[in-house]
């Protein structure tokens, strides 16, 4: 099944792409919660993780810290929320596993309150690679 994710992984789409690597791609979310919210993609298309083969499953959270690194040293974050839905009910929006990294600025912030901060995506891409 075609998603808007693997439209991306095809190069069909643009994304702010902030880390690929044989398994995974991460790039800025569109609509993002915080400062730098990346959302990490397996290049394998499945649904859910009971469906993403092993190797995937197990390098998933290896590659979110690194790509985490990445925006901590660009964009001196605090803290992260490491987040995935998982279905339907758990309020997986894009039918294609998918982690969102959210870089924590302060306390303060709330996770259930999305923020819209896409009017700096160019500026916070080019921190982020350069």
Request: aromatic share 8%; glycine share 2%; charged share 30%.
């Given at each position: 099944?075609?998603?808007?994710?693997?439209?991306?992984?095809?190069?069909?789409?643009?994304?702010?792409?902030?880390?690929?690597?044989?398994?995974?791609?991460?790039?800025?979310?569109?609509?993002?919660?915080?400062?730098?919210h990346t959302i990490l993609v397996p290049k394998q298309a499945a649904e859910s993780l009971r469906e993403l083969p092993e190797k995937y499953v197990e390098a998933l959270m290896p590659t979110a810290v690194k790509v985490?690194?990445?925006?901590?040293?660009?964009?001196?974050?605090?803290?992260?929320?490491?987040?995935?839905?998982?279905?339907?009910?758990?309020?997986?929006?894009?039918?294609?596993?998918?982690?969102?990294?959210?870089?924590?600025?302060?306390?303060?912030?709330?996770?259930?309150?999305?923020?819209?901060?896409?009017?700096?995506?160019?500026?916070?891409?080019?921190?982020?690679?350069?």
């Amino acid at each position: 099944m075609e998603t808007i994710f693997t439209k991306i992984i095809n190069k069909e789409l643009p994304a702010r792409i902030v880390y690929e690597d044989k398994l995974f791609i991460a790039f800025l979310d569109t609509n993002p919660n915080t400062k730098g919210h990346t959302i990490l993609v397996p290049k394998q298309a499945a649904e859910s993780l009971r469906e993403l083969p092993e190797k995937y499953v197990e390098a998933l959270m290896p590659t979110a810290v690194k790509v985490a690194k990445i925006l901590e040293s660009k964009l001196y974050c605090r803290a992260f929320n490491f987040e995935i839905n998982d279905g339907e009910f758990a309020g997986q929006e894009v039918m294609h596993v998918s982690m969102n990294i959210i870089p924590r600025y302060n306390k303060k912030e709330r996770l259930i309150i999305r923020k819209n901060h896409n009017d700096n995506l160019d500026k916070v891409f080019d921190i982020i690679k350069n």
